[in-house]
C-alpha cells in the first residue's frame, strides 16, 4: 500500500477509501439477487461515478487484483515481504540458449578464398552465392545450429583467419 500512497495525493486516497465501502456495501445489500442483476447494478453504479472517482476506483482495483501497471502480480510471503528489509530480489531463471548463428565479423584478404571454400562446405552454396556472402562481412552464415555443431565450424573458420562470433 505504500507504493500507491506514495503516488497519489492524500486528498486522492480519503476520497479513494471513503468511495469502496459504498460500493462494496451496495453490492452485498441483496443476497437474493440474480448474477446478471448484480453485475448490471453494479455497472450502473460505475458509469454515475465522476471520470476522477473512475480513476481511483480502477487503481484500487487493479491494487486489490494484484495487477499493477509496471509489473505482474507480486506474491508475498514470509520475511520477503516489502519493506521488511531483506533487500533481495528474486530473479527468474535464465532459459539457456540452444539455437546458434555463426556470424562472421571480418576476414583476412588473404585467406578470402579458404574461408569461401569452408563457408560452401557448411553451406551447400555455391562458389558464387558463398563469395557474395562473404564479401557482405558483417553476415550470419548459419542459423539455428546447436552449440556442439557450431564449434567445429567455429574453429574452423578462426585458425583461416576469420573473425567468427556465436550469437
Same mark, same amino acid.
Given at each position: 500500500?505504500?507504493?500507491?500512497?506514495?503516488?497519489? !495525493?492524500?486528498? +486522492? &486516497?480519503? !476520497?479513494?477509501?471513503?468511495?469502496?465501502?459504498?460500493?462494496?456495501?451496495?453490492? &452485498?445489500? +441483496?443476497?437474493?439477487?440474480?448474477?446478471?442483476?448484480?453485475?448490471?447494478?453494479?455497472?450502473?453504479? $460505475?458509469?454515475? &461515478?465522476?471520470?476522477?472517482?473512475?480513476?481511483? =476506483?480502477?487503481?484500487?482495483? !487493479?491494487?486489490?487484483?494484484?495487477?499493477?501497471? =509496471? /509489473?505482474?502480480? %507480486?506474491?508475498?510471503?514470509?520475511?520477503?515481504?516489502? /519493506?521488511?528489509?531483506?533487500?533481495?530480489?528474486? +530473479?527468474?531463471?535464465?532459459?539457456?540458449?540452444?539455437?546458434?548463428?555463426?556470424?562472421?565479423?571480418?576476414?583476412?584478404?588473404?585467406?578470402?578464398?579458404?574461408? %569461401?571454400?569452408?563457408?560452401? /562446405?557448411?553451406?551447400?552454396?555455391?562458389?558464387?552465392?558463398?563469395?557474395? &556472402?562473404?564479401?557482405?562481412?558483417?553476415? #550470419?552464415?548459419?542459423?539455428?545450429? +546447436?552449440?556442439?555443431?557450431?564449434?567445429?565450424?567455429?574453429?574452423? $573458420?578462426?585458425?583461416?583467419?576469420?573473425?567468427? #562470433?556465436?550469437?
Amino acid at each position: 500500500m505504500n507504493s500507491i500512497s506514495t503516488k497519489m !495525493r492524500s486528498k +486522492t &486516497l480519503i !476520497r479513494l477509501f471513503s468511495l469502496t465501502p459504498t460500493l462494496i456495501s451496495r453490492s &452485498l445489500c +441483496t443476497a437474493t439477487e440474480t448474477r446478471t442483476q448484480k453485475l448490471e447494478r453494479i455497472a450502473d453504479q $460505475l458509469l454515475d &461515478l465522476t471520470k476522477i472517482e473512475r480513476h481511483d =476506483y480502477t487503481i484500487l482495483f !487493479r491494487h486489490k487484483m494484484g495487477i499493477h501497471r =509496471y /509489473g505482474p502480480a %507480486i506474491s508475498v510471503s514470509g520475511p520477503s515481504a516489502p /519493506g521488511s528489509g531483506s533487500g533481495s530480489t528474486e +530473479t527468474k531463471p535464465v532459459a539457456e540458449k540452444t539455437a546458434f548463428d555463426i556470424k562472421l565479423e571480418k576476414f583476412d584478404a588473404a585467406a578470402k578464398i579458404k574461408i %569461401i571454400k569452408e563457408v560452401r /562446405g557448411f553451406t551447400d552454396l555455391g562458389l558464387k552465392e558463398a563469395k557474395d &556472402l562473404v564479401e557482405k562481412a558483417p553476415v #550470419v552464415l548459419k542459423k539455428g545450429l +546447436t552449440k556442439d555443431e557450431a564449434n567445429p565450424i567455429l574453429e574452423k $573458420l578462426k585458425a583461416l583467419g576469420a573473425t567468427v #562470433v556465436l550469437e
